[in-house]
């Protein structure tokens, strides 16, 4: 258990409205990673962070943003949700100096 | 960017039967990571492999880093009910703090 928890873990919203996701984690990890799983494609990445206030983009950045201001609350915000970002969000962390990632429960978007 | 082939798509086997999947890459990785997802719930790590060639085991599953440095192979000995879930491989460049991941195999046991 990587004391990884996202919030909401389930949540149907309509189209134009904003939206931001949580990731909360207890253990003081420096990278946190904001991924979207849909059929077909594996895991993608949206954002990342390296630390609080810095944030990269990942393969699938568009229509989202993040922030990151204390180490363990990384935010994926979507400002205008449209029908095709409804998928499953994982937000995951880097353990320590290794290069393995730890998976959250993840948060299932709906836009109608 | 990098691209991942995992295959086969998915397996449909009888319990006890061993099981092989592998991943290719576009890139040469310096990092192969496995994981398995059950439905409803995040992915969790099974193996993770750092060197070319090295071979490492977790119970029943073995994981091998090609030689090539872009494939990766995950073995499951002897399938049983639990085995049933999508099985992902990761790979990482040098340099990158950013994984790039298979599409994944479905695994499905048979009665």
């Known amino acids: 258990d990587a004391g990884i928890t996202q919030s909401p873990r389930h949540k149907v919203t309509e189209t134009g409205t904003p939206v931001t996701l949580r990731c909360h984690q207890t253990?003081?990890?420096?990278?946190m990673y904001w991924y979207r799983q849909d059929p077909g494609h594996g895991l993608r990445l949206i954002h990342y962070?390296?630390?609080?206030?810095?944030?990269d983009k990942g393969e699938v950045s568009d229509g989202y943003s993040v922030s990151r201001s204390k180490t363990e609350d990384f935010l994926l915000t979507l400002e205008s949700a449209t029908s095709s970002q409804t998928s499953v969000y994982f937000c995951?962390?880097?353990?320590?100096?290794?290069?393995?990632?730890?998976f959250g429960p993840g948060t299932r978007l709906t836009v109608t | 960017g990098q691209q991942l082939n995992q295959s086969p798509q998915s397996m449909f086997i009888q319990e006890g039967e061993d099981v092989s999947m592998n991943c290719t890459s576009s890139?040469?990785?310096?990092?192969w990571l496995w994981y398995k997802q059950d439905p409803g719930e995040g992915p969790v790590l099974l193996i993770a492999?750092?060197?070319?060639?090295e071979l490492t085991s977790n119970g029943r599953l073995t994981a091998q880093f090609g030689i090539t440095r872009k494939d990766s192979f995950l073995n499951i000995s002897a399938s049983i009910p639990s085995d049933v879930g999508i099985y992902f491989c990761?790979?990482?460049?040098?340099?990158?703090?950013?994984?790039?991941f298979g599409t994944g195999t479905r695994l499905t046991i048979i009665p």
């Open positions: 995951a962390i880097k353990g320590g100096t290794s290069y393995e990632q730890y």
């Open positions: 253990e003081n990890h420096r990278y």
């Open positions: 962070s390296y630390g609080v206030k810095d944030t």
């Open positions: 890139s040469i990785f310096n990092t």
């Open positions: 492999l750092y060197k070319a060639g």
């Open positions: 990761a790979g990482r460049v040098f340099g990158n703090e950013k994984l790039t």
